[in-house]
């Protein structure tokens, strides 16, 4: 699908609701399926990727209603999942396959292969499997520790494992895995990643313990069914906090957003440059805080992105990309290589199409160097089939000097189903074409 973007002359005013976040959705179908009991969850994000995971929990025995509904059930298996009669599919979803990655090798003598699309099987798994292997996994993949992987559950030994980089989906697998292996399982990161699953353990009845960048999970625990509300996403809203502050006579109010000190990167980062934003409402769903969040258009000046930041906004550089393009100086990201691993290599797709909109940019092996202040041309991108890379360009286009055209716009489903109808409700001129 393509996508035309016009810029915008009568302002974005208005009120949006962003779907639920992604971390939390996964994470709660997947606890949902492994507890004792129903778990229902509200606010689930009905994105691609979630649907991967309910497909992937079904085979494996768990009961998920329909996700289309504005409550979705999960009974449980109890720990003990069925043997998938067929290859369970992640598609995109490098959180499917690698946090259920745990989960397959650590019940025992249950075979499974998981695979997803091209994009995902060239995504690295070594950093994951691993760690799996030195707590007594057999997991078999493609040369260079490429999907499809295939799993033979084994029973597991704790392990005492040094991550060398902050990654929650590394941390969140060997969790996992320790929550049915024997004895007491310790994860250390460089950096604190965002720690949706200590949380969310510890409301399913884990045995969770965090005290710096440390993390120990027990052994033998009895995950019990919950009710879970799930926070609008803060990667969705981190499009509108831009939106907001760059087009003219702005102001949004974005509802119900998950605020959680792990992911709060990007309201650090626009303050810093300036940004006008407010919290305003502040309280607590299921263990996660939550805000709603306002913003309006300011004079946005550039920064310095980097070292332990990267962690708490790693999802949301290809926007505050777009933001450092239209603020006044030059702005660096650095120590942010783990772009290259997502959907596409995102550092090289950013640099290629902020230089065709006429942005001066340097690519850098861990990051960008740009200079803003200048207006941003008009121009035909490709979203290279990456859902934060296609909603970053629609947003430059309200500030570009012509139409901006996306193709392979639809992959924003990935995260966002309805992404281009919030964008036209809020006053954007925006048409939808067959590519």
């Known amino acids: ?9 009568g302002g974005l005013r ?5 779907p639920g976040d992604k971390s939390i959705s996964h994470r709660a179908l997947m606890l949902g399926a492994l507890a004792e009991g129903e778990t229902q969850i509200r606010g689930l994000l009905l994105g691609d990727d979630p649907r991967c995971t309910a497909d992937c929990f079904r085979q494996m025995g768990a009961e998920i209603s329909d996700l289309n509904t504005e409550m979705v059930t999960v009974k449980g298996v109890g720990g003990d999942w069925r043997e998938p009669a067929d290859v369970l599919w992640a598609g995109n979803s490098g959180t499917t396959m690698r946090l259920m990655l745990g989960i397959l090798a650590s019940h025992g003598q249950r075979f499974a292969v998981v695979t ?29 520790g490429y999907a499809p992987l ?23 697998c060997v969790l996992l895995a320790g929550l049915f292996a024997e004895g007491i399982t310790t994860i250390t990161e460089p950096e604190k990643s965002r720690d949706h699953s200590e949380r969310m353990l510890r409301a399913f009845g884990a ?20 009710q879970v509300q799930v926070p609008g996403d803060i990667s969705s809203a981190a499009f509108w906090l831009v939106a907001g502050s760059i087009v003219p006579d702005a102001e949004l109010l974005i509802k119900d957003v998950g605020i959680n000190p792990t992911r709060t990167g990007i309201l650090e980062v626009l303050q810093t440059m300036g940004a006008h934003i407010q919290l305003e409402n ?18 946005l000046q550039a920064c310095t992105i980097g070292g332990s930041l990267i962690p708490r906004l790693i999802d949301e550089i290809p926007i505050l990309a777009i933001a450092c393009a239209c603020a006044q100086g030059t702005s660096i990201i650095q120590d942010a290589q783990e772009l290259r691993v997502k959907e596409s290599d995102r550092l090289a797709v950013i640099a290629h199409h902020l230089a065709h909109m006429g942005v001066q940019v340097t690519e850098k092996p861990d990051g960008l160097t740009i200079v803003g202040g200048n207006s941003l041309q008009s121009a035909h991108l490709d979203s290279y089939g990456d859902h934060r ?16 055209t996306i193709e392979g716009a639809d992959c924003a489903t990935v995260s966002y189903p309805n992404f281009y109808a919030s964008l036209q409700e809020l006053g954007a001129e925006v048409q939808t074409l067959d590519s």
């Open 116 to 144: 997803g699309d091209q994009s995902l099987r060239s995504r690295p798994m070594k950093r994951v499997i691993h760690p799996l292997q030195a707590m007594g996994a057999d997991i078999w993949c493609r040369s260079g």
């Open 1 to 9: 699908m393509k996508v035309t973007i016009s810029p915008i002359t």
């Open 282 to 299: 502040e309280r607590e769903w299921t263990g996660e805080p939550v805000a709603d969040l306002r913003i309006k258009t300011a004079e």
């Open 389 to 404: 890379i296609a909603m970053s360009l629609a947003i430059a286009g309200l500030r570009s000097k012509g139409v901006m």
């Open 14 to 18: 208005g009120t949006v609701y962003v």
């Open 207 to 226: 045995q969770v313990e965090v005290e710096g960048n440390t993390v120990k999970v027990q052994g033998g625990a009895k995950l019990r069914g919950q």
């Open 150 to 172: 295939a799993v033979k559950g084994r029973s597991l030994k704790a392990i005492d494992f040094q991550s060398p980089i902050a990654s929650a989906q590394v941390k969140s």
